[in-house]
């Protein structure tokens, strides 16, 4: 039983009910809820690990989970803080800005544009399979 509030240090509480099988306590002066034991929170460490690496190994987030038993957001953001822990964001290399002239008579007539002739910006890039390329249309 415990002597005082943890927050407030206020002497008189009451009993409030159990959490799984512990007692559970309800300060009468800021009725601040707390036990007296530490409960665990949280997956273990190798958990989260091996969400990791299903991922990176090529599973889903979803198949993840399932194998996991666990929730597709808790995989989400097991992969993306290991992600902030051990990989820096890579710095666009080259950028490259092209009008497509394409039909240009033709689009050039309308008083619509549909895409062809508007300006976008490239970015390049290589992997490991071969060139890639994004094209973002500018407003």
Not at 10 to 19: L, Y
Not at 71 to 98: G, H, T
Not at 122 to 138: A, E, P, Q, Y
Request: glycine share 8%; aromatic share 10%; hydrophobic share 35%.
């Amino acid at each position: 039983m415990p002597k005082c509030c943890p927050k407030c240090d206020h002497p008189h509480f009451v009993k409030n009910g159990f959490v799984g099988e512990t007692q559970r306590f309800k300060c009468k002066s800021c009725h601040y809820q707390f036990t007296t034991e530490q409960l665990e929170r949280g997956k273990p460490l190798w958990m989260k690990l091996e969400a990791v690496l299903l991922y990176l190994g090529g599973l889903s987030l979803n198949a993840t989970a399932k194998h996991l038993d666990v929730s597709v957001q808790s995989v989400l953001n097991w992969v993306r803080d290991f992600a902030k822990a051990n990989y820096e964001k890579p710095e666009p290399e080259k950028v490259v800005v092209v009008e497509l002239d394409e039909f240009w008579h033709f689009v050039g007539s309308k008083k619509n544009e549909f895409g062809s002739g508007k300006h976008m910006t490239v970015i390049m890039g290589d992997s490991l399979t071969g060139n890639w390329g994004i094209v973002i249309v500018r407003p």
